[in-house]
């Protein structure tokens, strides 16, 4: 069974920075799959934030290109989202997501915070 397990969310002040960690465990040849993060912020939908194609590219919403960078690593079955210049409208649940056509996997979640 394929679990996908974030961490590194937390409070952090307006203009900081976080780094995500997503784990990915089972059993998944993880070099097919596009990785990816997606973020809900209290009464909003869940909104998509970028991803890592398993062709090498990497796409970003245009309300977080610029500040966030997402890497992947598929020998350790990682992916990771680094997030600089926060904003307090950054303040959401951010979801590890990783799928191939019709099969999708999501995490459960972490938190990230942002305020002064």
């Known amino acids: 069974q394929v679990q996908l397990v974030e961490s590194g969310g937390g409070l952090v002040q307006p203009g900081g920075s976080l780094r995500l960690s997503c784990a990915v465990s089972?059993?998944?040849?993880?070099?097919?799959?596009?990785m990816g993060w997606h973020r809900q912020a209290p009464g909003k939908q869940r909104e998509w934030v970028a991803s890592?194609?398993?062709?090498?590219?990497?796409i970003y919403a245009d309300s977080v290109k610029g500040r966030f960078t997402i890497s992947r690593d598929n020998a350790k079955k990682m992916v990771y989202l680094q997030m600089n210049g926060l904003k307090p409208e950054d303040t959401a649940v951010y979801y590890c997501?990783?799928?191939?056509?019709?099969?999708?996997?999501w995490g459960q979640g972490t938190q990230v915070t942002v305020s002064s």
């Open positions: 997501k990783v799928d191939r056509g019709t099969i999708t996997y």
């Open positions: 890592f194609t398993a062709g090498g590219n990497t």
């Open positions: 089972g059993s998944i040849f993880i070099s097919w799959y596009t």
